[in-house]
């Protein structure tokens, strides 16, 4: 009778605790951090540095810089875009945090504003010197090549636009759900239509359709966690949907296969950004549901270094061209002229081009990265402390009746 009870107790105490851990998989901020989230964007912002470092060509003539990718000398290289494009996750757990957040319109704006702007101004700051003595001296091609190493700052610009409207973003949320998403996909479509045909040209319809279809991403990742707390099959609808979508834009709808521009293509997916974005965010989407348990399992075990990455991430966002910038300048005057053309030779090299540019990374990063306050961040991420990363970037998200939970913009 007694091991009877002690066996039914126990059971009683398993069936709890496994409630207990489904709970917890079914809402990701239930211990004041969403480590997936963390994971997602270190490894996407990994892949972005990577590629810029790895896969640019870049060749020098007297008018500037020019630069390119193998995507378009590669027979079915375009393939692998649909899975390293990482940019539409970027926005999608932007939007995803964002709509957790219950600030009050001015003081989220003021929030994000003060968090992701002062990083990035030393740059801007140097490359406008560098910039302003280049053009007094007549060096046309060296404010070229200014402005190609700030280029990638233009998500963050973006991303400061859809921070000003995420308090009204919130609030379509809330009264038309997937209804806003719908819309904003039919006014891409839209836009693509006129722009193909030639109906509308101009860099400020180009502008607005950048910050139009990464809207309609960033409100597309307001949905993610429905979207995990909804049974499995609708994250299979959702990946297939999204990358069928994709496959029948590149068949049919006249957009090309690549999800990055290539010189072969008349027309690019993401300058600007078009329909293709909105479907590949879509399948992300879908995908990194499907993968969030084992991905969650991966998370749980190195929160030590997703606290690291996270400390770190906008010093390396901010100066990761800059020290590629140092070592195909080095490269230049020790070797001579790099190779731009793709072939067996050029593929050979790709190993000391993703590993070179940290001889100027690495003490770049210490002189301009968090320091004592990063470390301090990366100990309190690697506790579980609920307020997680407090270096410039991050993403504390207020809700309402919950821990707040953290993360960091790229």
Request: net charge positive.
């Given at each position: 009778m007694s091991t009877d009870a002690a066996r039914t107790s126990a059971d009683a105490a398993t069936d709890a605790a496994r409630t207990h851990t489904d709970a917890a998989s079914a809402d990701p901020?239930?211990?004041?951090?969403?480590?997936?989230?963390?994971?997602?964007?270190?490894?996407?912002?990994?892949?972005?540095?990577?590629?810029?470092?790895?896969?640019?060509?870049?060749?020098?003539?007297?008018?500037?810089?020019?630069?390119?990718?193998?995507?378009?000398e590669t027979p079915g290289l375009w393939a692998a875009t649909w899975f390293l494009q990482v940019m539409p996750l970027f926005f999608l757990v932007g939007?995803?945090?964002?709509?957790?957040?219950?600030?009050?319109?001015?003081?989220?704006?003021?929030?994000?504003?003060?968090?992701?702007?002062?990083?990035?101004?030393?740059?801007?700051?140097?490359?406008?010197?560098?910039?302003?003595?280049?053009?007094?001296?007549?060096?046309?091609?060296?404010?070229?090549?200014?402005?190609?190493?700030?280029?990638?700052?233009?998500?963050?610009?973006?991303?400061?636009?859809?921070?000003?409207?995420?308090?009204?973003?919130?609030?379509?949320?809330?009264?038309?759900?997937?209804?806003?998403?719908?819309?904003?996909?039919?006014?891409?479509?839209?836009?693509d239509r006129l722009t193909f045909t030639g109906r509308i040209s101009g860099v400020v319809p180009m502008l607005a359709e950048y910050v139009l279809t990464w809207a309609v991403v960033h409100q597309l990742g307001f949905h993610l966690e429905d979207l995990r707390r909804a049974p499995r099959v609708a994250a299979w609808a959702t990946c297939l949907g999204g990358f069928g979508l994709l496959a029948a834009g590149a068949a049919w709808w006249g957009y090309p296969p690549s999800m990055v521009g290539t010189s072969p293509d008349p027309i690019s997916n993401m300058m600007p950004p078009n329909l293709m974005v909105v479907f590949l965010a879509v399948g992300q989407m879908g995908l990194l549901v499907l993968a969030d348990r084992w991905l969650r399992?991966?998370?749980?075990?190195?929160?030590?270094?997703?606290?690291?990455?996270?400390?770190?991430?906008?010093?390396?966002?901010?100066?990761?061209?800059?020290?590629?910038?140092?070592?195909?300048?080095?490269?230049?005057?020790?070797?001579?002229?790099?190779?731009?053309?793709?072939?067996?030779?050029?593929w050979l090299q790709r190993p000391v081009w993703l590993i070179g540019p940290l001889l100027f990374a690495v003490p770049l990063f210490h002189l301009t990265g968090p320091g004592r306050d990063g470390r301090r961040v990366a100990a309190r991420s690697r506790r579980g402390n609920q307020q997680g990363p407090g270096e410039p970037g991050d993403d504390h998200v207020e809700t309402t009746g919950r821990a707040r939970t953290p993360g960091t913009m790229v």
């Open positions: 901020a239930s211990d004041g951090r969403d480590v997936v989230i963390d994971l997602v964007r270190a490894g996407a912002l990994f892949v972005v540095v990577a590629w810029h470092w790895a896969f640019t060509t870049l060749r020098w003539s007297d008018d500037g810089p020019h630069v390119g990718n193998p995507i378009g939007g995803a945090l964002h709509a957790r957040d219950r600030r009050d319109g001015a003081a989220f704006v003021r929030h994000r504003f003060g968090r992701l702007v002062p990083p990035v101004l030393p740059l801007l700051g140097l490359a406008v010197l560098v910039a302003l003595t280049a053009g007094v001296v007549g060096r046309v091609d060296l404010v070229r090549g200014v402005v190609l190493m700030i280029t990638p700052l233009w998500f963050l610009a973006v991303y400061l636009v859809l921070v000003v409207i995420t308090p009204l973003a919130r609030r379509v949320h809330d009264r038309s759900g997937l209804w806003a998403v719908t819309a904003g996909v039919v006014a891409v479509g839209v836009v399992i991966w998370s749980e075990r190195h929160r030590d270094l997703l606290g690291t990455a996270g400390a770190w991430s906008m010093t390396v966002y901010v100066w990761h061209m800059l020290a590629f910038a140092a070592f195909w300048g080095l490269v230049v005057v020790a070797v001579g002229p790099v190779r731009s053309a793709v072939d067996g030779d050029w």
